[in-house]
């Protein structure tokens, strides 16, 4: 790869015309040419993965060399059946059902003007993220199902493997006749150009960015661009008096230790003074190998360290968990309201009235009543696949796909009405 | 009105935390009791209205005083008749349909979690705004019936009818046992407090700008809190080759001139070089009193100025208009993709298949077929009220009204399940 030889605002520029451009293009073609292409996107991955294997190993090898950390390197390796993960996925998507052209509502106004309510995409979006190669074509397959034209930013560390996919990707959409500019990918990891992306407005519609939260709270600190992102994923699950023992245990369990580093993860247990079998569900987590963090109470019933402040403001993603004891509905309530992260949250109770107002009442994108917060996954919620979850409260909130990747237009079908 | 005692950002964090426990109370509170404090909202205005027009006066006389353009005064006189309809706008609002709590979609998974989309308000919503005191309390009704609080910050010409209007708007609410901080009037007219909100990330939640360019670029430049808010309207009305003459006449002249301060009004008329009466259609509207710029083609249609480059991306908001003619829809499909401000365009046609892909290509928040620009309207579609006509591309598009001060959330109700 030469040194660019634009400004980086010069580079993002001329990037966003050419995306503008392909989104004009993308926006009309049936759903029939965007799955179209995406299925050949597929089979060229697929036909690569010599060179995007290749590629990859080279990632690897320099990631090795700097000492990236094991979790590092392993969100960047790839191989044969991750890379075939990779176009299966795309295949998944072409599948999904179209958003674009939706209606969403219609109406006859007494003037007679037809008015109606239509999804259309929202033109060109911005992904900014790390080490995982995936992004590259998880990302990209979304947004051309959802019309939009793409622009990538891929983390350093996986350029190598970042440019194969990307080159079988759009060699893939190019053999099914769609714009070359559709997705393109950045070509520099100069960061400079990431300072750009985020004050291309205009250019750029909205940026979602994909990574820790170092880098989400620097898009979302710099940006003029509209941004779809989660920060934190501070969850908490509410044992109540009422629940179940059996179902309180498996439900902790799960939503702790199923998979710790993901943003679902509880990462708080709330355990209702008046719930019976406190010291039974403290033992069945401790059991588990899950660190526990208590306040007083919680350590009376079996947590072995005592929590301080910040750990009920700490996102672990890890085998660790702060356990608070509440007074009942209400101080589970007030202790969410005041530590939690707006993401997914979970009541286990029998009592259907607490339970509803839980539901009503906790302020996250997620409000589970006797189910897991890992559930808080657009797959799971039959979204066919997410490109991330928004803990905003605009636009869409939750686990996002296609249908978040749309905005609509009102269309009104007249016969000479004038206002007059 | 003493100076503050805070410097800006505390004053708005102080109110800011006053508004998010009113907005906890207000999202929990049924239809009826927000109804009721509308109610109450607009009988205290009827009630307060000799003390709302004597503290107009004295923003009228100050303004005098000031040297206010009459345009300006205009907007902030209130009389008896207008203070008369503020307080019915209230009751108006009142009795629109609850966008709080409407379930959006729903669906139980294969593994029998039933998982809903439920509206819910965003939470608190600033208003800035300029010279219409008018404003004060439509705002405040529109976000009130949407479960919001409202941090308003108007203009310091109107100061004295805003801090009237609003003591009368609160003491109605309180009557009704609402909360007290659900409707927050920025108690200083220091310019630096607007800074402050446009910076009150995780405080304010939305911003809605409502008022002249400059101060709605000031607040998309600056903030960094998601902002819904038009910036241009530069709207176009195609005439194309296959309108009837009678029809392309009345949708143009009520597009210009029915009201030509709107955002919904016309700036642009673009006429199909195959379109048989243009001559005609340039007499009819120069007969209105508007004044005409054209290219050298609608020039020889008997348009009498010049336009010069200028023109095109200018929003005259005035009895003027820029006058093109276009090689056919894809001409016009260009000028608009080139010039538009994606807020309203027209098409004229008697032919359908021209009229639809008219409708599919223009990328903007409202497109129509043989009906006025000046339909632009949140009322006029049916939405009961506006806060506004958003002409970006995320949350909210075009009219916003209620639904549009609410985001949602997913609820979950299960019955143990885990990931596994």
Chains 1, 2 share one sequence.
Not at 238 to 255: I, L, N, S
Not at 340 to 355: F, L, M, N, Q, Y
Request: aromatic share 2%; glycine share 10%; with cysteine.
């Amino acid at each position: 790869m030469t040194a660019p030889v634009l400004s980086p605002a010069e580079l993002i520029d001329a990037m966003g015309t050419r995306a503008r451009a392909a989104a004009g293009v993308l926006a009309r073609l049936p759903s029939e040419r965007r799955r179209a292409g995406l299925h050949g996107a597929a089979a060229a991955i697929r036909a690569a993965r010599p060179a995007i294997l290749a590629a990859n190993a080279r990632d690897v090898a320099a990631g090795e060399a700097a000492g990236l950390s094991a979790a590092m390197l392993d969100r960047l390796r790839l191989d044969e059946d991750r890379v075939s993960a990779i176009a299966a996925a795309v295949d998944q998507v072409a599948a999904l059902d179209d958003p674009v052209g939706r209606e969403i509502d219609r109406a006859v106004r007494p003037n007679g003007l037809a008015l109606s309510r239509v999804r259309v995409p929202i033109g060109v979006i911005g992904i900014i993220y790390e080490s995982r190669p995936n992004v590259t074509v998880d990302a990209a397959a979304l947004c051309v199902m959802s019309g939009n034209a793409t622009i990538l930013r891929g983390g350093s560390e996986a350029a190598a493997s970042n440019r194969a996919l990307h080159a079988a990707f759009t060699d893939g959409l190019a053999a099914a006749d769609l714009p070359a500019e559709t997705v393109q990918l950045v070509p520099t990891t100069d960061r400079a150009v990431v300072g750009a992306m985020l004050m291309a407005a205009g250019m750029i519609d909205l940026i979602i960015p994909r990574g820790g939260k170092s880098l989400v709270a620097r898009v979302q600190a710099e940006a003029r661009v509209p941004v779809l992102a989660h920060l934190d994923g501070i969850n908490h699950v509410y044992v109540d008096g009422a629940a179940d023992p059996a179902m309180a245990e498996a439900v902790v369990r799960d939503a702790k230790m199923r998979r710790t580093g993901i943003c679902g993860a509880m990462e708080t247990l709330l355990i209702d003074r008046a719930y019976p079998a406190g010291a039974a569900l403290v033992a069945a987590l401790a059991a588990t190998g899950c660190t526990l963090r208590g306040d007083a109470a919680a350590q009376a019933l079996g947590v072995a360290e005592a929590a301080d402040a910040t750990d009920w403001d700490t996102e672990y993603l890890d085998a660790v968990a702060a356990v608070a004891v509440v007074d009942g509905l209400d101080g589970a309530l007030a202790h969410i309201a005041r530590h939690g992260s707006h993401h997914t949250d979970a009541i286990v109770t029998g009592d259907e009235d607490r339970a509803e107002r839980f539901l009503a009442e906790v302020d996250s994108a997620i409000v589970l009543w006797n189910a897991s917060t890992q559930f808080a996954d657009g797959g799971e919620f039959g979204l066919g696949a997410e490109i991330g979850i928004a803990t905003g409260r605009l636009h869409a909130r939750g686990p996002v796909a296609l249908e978040g990747l749309t905005t609509y237009k009102w269309l009104g079908r007249g016969t000479g009405q004038v206002r007059g």
